[in-house]
């Protein structure tokens, strides 16, 4: 029996639709071994590009630690020696001692000792360094006191440069030398002792250094009219010399210094106090090689695991490297044909070769040298300074009056090698899947697949955050209904996630305006009720003297805006010292200092900002033209602290240390700062204190009191 034509016609079709299915899903097949591949590539990829970022990061937050610890000990040593009685001393013996030489007649035999000393070695070798030729004339000291003393202890210096502080007494039997002779031996075991380079004290009037322990050129000049004017240590000296505040410490950040043959030198400077009068400028003499063995590692770069490449380096706010960079010292030849081929002038070049250090003459100016120096934290892969890709953590360091930049790095090309030769692997894999995909490709028809792959690459871009996917609709069948409806999804998702961002935004800052972080951190984190007891913090209580008198004459916008003006300014002074705010009450402010985080030396720094405070509210009330002064009470001890409320929270401090600092402030005084016996006692050797007496509050009795000199 013959076929039926029907039955006939069947079988071509029922085979053509099987090939398809089989051509389909081999090339699924094919696919999903590509798409594994790929995907363990990218996995492995990121998997170690995050791990060397997490190492990087590691490094280079322990390094600015370091850095940072190692500039406040230098602070807290320099305001010490500051304070010392001993500087004093000698700040004063020198100052006199000085003035007697300034006002005698000096040989001019001895004159013509001291210009040819300046012509025959330091003028040479200054000539060396910098490569140029300088007038001896814009060198040579001013003043017979200068003459003088640089003849006796730099040109009649029987010891050679970098051992002259060994000469205690001068043997010309003046009255300065006699004065040395005492002060010397001390200052010098001062300035070992807390590893300054050098040490000088300056006449805060003059701007003469009377006295620098090593002896170096700028001893007995002036920084006002001498050689040495423009320099980084006359800034310094001329910031502190106006300044009766014995907490203030000035810092110039590093600079080629002519004295020290054009090394790249800062310096930080306190006032040295008398009375309440500044009688002299301390300097001390800070040297980059302290610095930048930290940040070298002692240039022990593979034991501090950086590989090959890696390094850490730091950057000033003029872009120019603030410590020594690894190639200089591995590969001078490559540093310094990659800094030719990356466009460094001829000039800084010139000057890293005769200096031997980059430092203070290479620009390093990348993307992550300008996100640190704008504040930011960063990682990611950029382009170094030698013009290859790297991987890059990157932050700022928290040095008082200067902006610097970490950096730690590593080479692309070493931190990627394991996933290169994962690469190579995969690139041999996947060129066979790629051949299978063709040959199979061929078998499907364009209207079937170009629909499925335009949805594939709508959620791929989907899945990688491009929330504005979209995929045409090209046809009216299943595929197009599931191409519309996942245009719809994408539509709907994006819309709520940008209500759900704005929401969670929106209620994190209104919740940190009422909050401490970590109070905040605790409540999100589901505790229902928080209360805690503190056993020693500081508390603050101020009050605008005048202010409700004053307020009825102006009007309400005035009011508000002067008032929301100096309160702000009190939030900026808070949050740099370190102050938690509490709350504000009409024209009254109240702070604490110790909670929610423990500090050890919380009574100083609400001392502090009280100062702050009534030194703020003077310049403010200058500034609006209106009589306003301010009143602080100050109280240290245990609090029981918490939130309280429900649809409203307020974090709140209660408890009798509260009672008494805001009796403190009660019955202050205007324009003053006034502690109970608790501050006093923690704190007399480090401020001044004038006694009060009793006075009467309500609730304790007889309470001692003290007034802070502001």
Known sequence: MSPTPGAVAARPIRWGLATRLFAILLLLGAVAVLATGVLGYMRARDALQESIYNQLTTVRKSKARQIETYFRTIRNELSQLAAAKMTVEAARAFHITF????????????????????????????DRETGKKLNVADYLPTGPAAYYLQYHYIVNNPHPRGWRRLVDDAGDDSAYTKQHAIFHPLMRAAANGFSFFDVLLADPKSGRLVYTVRKEVDFATSLRTGPYRRSNVAAAVARCATSADRSAVCFEDFAPYAPSRGAPTAFMAAPVIDQGVVVAVLVAHLSIDEIDNVVTGDRRWREEGFGATGEAYLVGPDHLARSGLRAFYEDPPQYFAELKSGGESDEDIDAIRRFG?????????????????????????????????????????????????????????????????????????????????????AWLSRALLAPLRELTDGVTRFAGGDYGAKVTVRTRDEVGALCAAFNGM???????????ENKNRENEELLLNVLPAPIASR??????????????????????????????????????????????????????????????????YMAVCGMPEPVANHAERMVRMAIRMVHITREHALEHHVSMSLRVGINSGPVVAGVIGKSKYIYDLWGDTVNLASRMESNGMPDSIQVTRRVYEMLKDEFVFEPRGEIEVKGKGRVEAWLLKV
Request: glycine share 10%; net charge negative.
């Open 523 to 588: 409540l999100r984190g589901g505790e229902k009720r928080i209360a805690d007891g503190f056993t020693e913090v500081s508390v603050a209580f101020a009050d605008l003297v005048g202010f409700t008198a004053m307020s009825s004459a102006m009007a309400p916008d005035d009011l508000v805006s002067l008032l929301n003006g100096l309160f702000t300014r009190f939030d900026v002074a808070a949050q740099e010292i370190g102050i938690e705010k509490i709350k504000t009450v009409g024209d009254s």
């Open 490 to 500: 994408v539509e709907e998702i994006h819309a709520k996630n940008i209500v759900i």
């Open 99 to 126: 003035d007697e030489l300034e006002q005698s007649d000096v040989p001019f035999e001895l004159r013509r000792k001291v210009g040819g000393w300046y012509e025959a070695g330091f003028l040479r070798e200054l």
């Open 357 to 441: 250090t980059p430092i203070m003459h290479q620009h390093v100016k990348t993307e992550a040298s300008r996100a640190a120096l704008a504040g930011l934290e960063g990682t990611g892969e950029i382009t170094g300074y030698q013009g290859i890709p790297i991987l890059a953590s990157w932050g700022p360091l928290a040095i008082p009056g200067t902006k610097w930049a970490l950096i730690a790095k590593i080479d692309a090309a070493e931190a990627f090698a394991p996933v290169y030769r994962l690469q190579l692997d995969l690139m041999i894999a996947g060129a066979l899947a790629l051949l299978v995909v063709i040959l199979t490709g």
